[in-house]
């Protein structure tokens, strides 16, 4: 991946996301993408067969506004179109992620990004933790849709679980991992990791010989 580079040395580990350098308006992009598909989506909510009409917006106009007949569709526009934000919204931020950058030393692991919806891609927001207060630190899947999902770090502490979207191939995620644990921080090294990585592997090596 261009955009994804990884330094391991003896005194640190630094994991860089930076999709804005080969695709600076990818996430403007992605965003109107989300917005558009939401609008049509109620769109056609509203234009569906309604109990008494053609459609449901011809049985809410029909309908007085403090009737049943209005308020439960209304209600029923207003939930559906705030799940399917919400579903939009962590699926674009998965799919066109920000600039993301994780350091540890031997004392604190530092996590950079850029927020969503700053498209210009100009102010990061950072957090650091004190290694002995990380739990569970682990390479897991944190969005899914229509069967394909999504893979970064995640970790507790303090009960809290928090998110790393950088988006590292199992083999590369299983290296950091591997360099997290030797700073000493507390790491989850399953056997779903390692089947990952040897089906990645071996895609790998199957693209290299067909290149041949």
Known sequence: MEDFTISINKDSIEVRLDPSSRSPHAKLGGAVFIVSM????LCALLFLPGKNGPSMWQDMSNAG?????FLVPLGILIIGCGLLSWMGFRWSAAAWPSDETLRCD??????SRI???DFRNLKWNTKSYALRDIERFR???????KGSSKYGFRFRRERQTTQDTSRPRSPEAQNILKALQGF???????????KKVS???ERRGNQISLSL
């Open 38 to 41: 939401t609008i049509v989506v």
């Open 65 to 69: 506004i403090e009737s049943g007949g």
């Open 106 to 111: 031997h004392t604190t692991l530092t996590i």
């Open 115 to 117: 927020p969503y919806l």
């Open 139 to 145: 390479f897991a899947i944190y969005a899914s849709a």
């Open 184 to 194: 000493g921080i507390d790491v989850v090294l399953d056997d779903k990791l390692q």
């Open 199 to 201: 089906e990645v592997l």
